[in-house]
Structure formats: structure tokens, C-alpha cells
Nanobody, 124 residues
Framework: QVQLVESGGGLAQAGGSLRLSCAASGHSFSSYIMGWFRQAPGKEREFVAIIRWGAASTYYADSVKGRFTISRDNAKNTVYLQMNSLKPEDTAVYYC?????????????????WGQGTQVTVSS
């Protein structure tokens, strides 16, 4: 069992930056695939980024590629999402999630555990 708690959301101006954190409790954090998803008002939850066990094993949605960076610190049981060059369309509730497996999971149903979400609002 893994509990996930996101933090770091808030209000930013277009072109600005925010850094989200997701703290995990439980065992074997380093063995989980970690992902970030987001859900804007009136829209479905969508994939943002994934990181496997190593820092080089990452994958991003096209909409955030080159602007967002996912990373993890297994010693701190924490995964991060650095968001730069923010746009108003990045406004959403951001969720971190953990998956058991070894692939690049981008679908909601592939994840076993979810955080409660943190709001990110980008003003123009």
C-alpha cells in the first residue's frame, strides 16, 4: 500500500514556473513507476509525465514536452514535477500516481495508487 500526498500547487503567471512535489509513504517506493496526470474543469484526466526507476527513463505528453521535467528522489520517497513556461491551458488539478510494473504507463487504469491532487492556476 502506498499513500501519495501532492504539494506545491498555486497561482502562477503565464511564463512562470511552479514545482510540484509528491511524497510517498509505504514500502518499496523505488520499485514503483511514478506518473503525473492533470484534470482541467470539464475535461477528462490526462497523462502528463512518467518516470521509471532511473532518472533517464522519462516520458512526456506532447503538450508539456520541453517545458516540464519529472524527477524522483528515492531516498526521500518523493517525485517532482518542475513546470516552466507555464501557459493558461496548464490550469488544472495535478495528481501523482504510482504503478506496479515496468512499462511506460500513460493510462489512468494502469495506476494502482493516487494522490488527492493539487490545484495549479495559470493566469494570462
Amino acid at each position: 500500500q502506498v499513500q501519495l500526498v501532492e504539494s506545491g500547487g498555486g497561482l502562477a503567471q503565464a511564463g512562470g514556473s511552479l514545482r510540484l512535489s509528491c511524497a510517498a509513504s509505504g514500502h518499496s517506493f523505488s520499485s514503483y513507476i511514478m506518473g503525473w496526470f492533470r484534470q482541467a474543469p470539464g475535461k477528462e484526466r490526462e497523462f502528463v509525465a512518467i518516470i521509471r526507476w532511473g532518472a533517464a527513463s522519462t516520458y512526456y505528453a506532447d503538450s508539456v514536452k520541453g517545458r516540464f521535467t519529472i524527477s524522483r528522489d528515492n531516498a526521500k520517497n518523493t517525485v517532482y514535477l518542475q513546470m516552466n513556461s507555464l501557459k493558461p491551458e496548464d490550469t488544472a488539478v495535478y495528481y501523482c500516481a504510482a504503478a506496479v510494473g515496468s512499462s511506460y504507463y500513460t493510462e489512468i487504469y494502469e495506476y494502482n495508487y493516487w494522490g488527492q491532487g493539487t490545484q495549479v492556476t495559470v493566469s494570462s
